[in-house]
């Protein structure tokens, strides 16, 4: 591969995390559903999923974030309009606020709710905010809309790597897929 090629993709680091990101995320918005729809008694199972998964994006985003400042994301195409550009770099950091946010606002609901926050067997997080009802009723409902927001924004992503893959052939989509990157 070229050195003009591979400049113009994502590090292999960030491309590792990214995908790996996104199967979490994904399933995070599918167990979250799940658990919103279920009276059953798989409700637990999720909720004992959906917990370990969230601080693990949590940890994966603040490794992402530093591997950005180590790795910065290939230029856009010099012939993208101008809207487009911001629309990407604004939905990218909707996506890190996002990934940052829904786990730390779970586990403050959780702590706030007085739910323990059990990852795996004996291990268990802190609690980071004092028992309160309100706070948890809040909290609750703030993580449900964001977790509608985060799955909305995921949409509109995967609508503009199709767009830039399929329609503009810019290579845009192709530099985060997975391969070889010539580093």
Known sequence: MSTS????????????????????????LF??????????PRYATLVSIHKPIGIAILILVA?????????PP??????????QRFAAHASHWVLYALMFLLPLIGWGMLSAGGY??????????????????T?????RQLHTILAYLLFATFL??????????????????????PGRSGK
């Open 156 to 177: 509109v992503h995967f609508a503009a790597a199709l767009f830039h893959g399929l329609i503009r052939r810019d290579g845009v989509l192709e530099s985060m897929l």
């Open 135 to 139: 706070v948890y009723a809040t909290l």
């Open 74 to 83: 290939p230029p856009l195409p010099a012939d993208m309009p101008a809207i």
């Open 63 to 71: 490794i992402r974030l530093v591997n950005r400042l180590f790795n």
């Open 5 to 28: 090629t591979a400049s113009t993709r994502f590090a292999a680091s960030s491309r590792l995390l990214h995908w790996l990101m996104a199967v979490l995320i994904l399933a995070m």
């Open 31 to 40: 167990i979250g559903v799940g658990m919103a729809a279920s009276a059953s």
């Open 116 to 133: 323990p926050i059990v990852l795996f067997g004996p291990l268990q997080l802190p609690p980071i905010l004092a028992q309160n009802a």
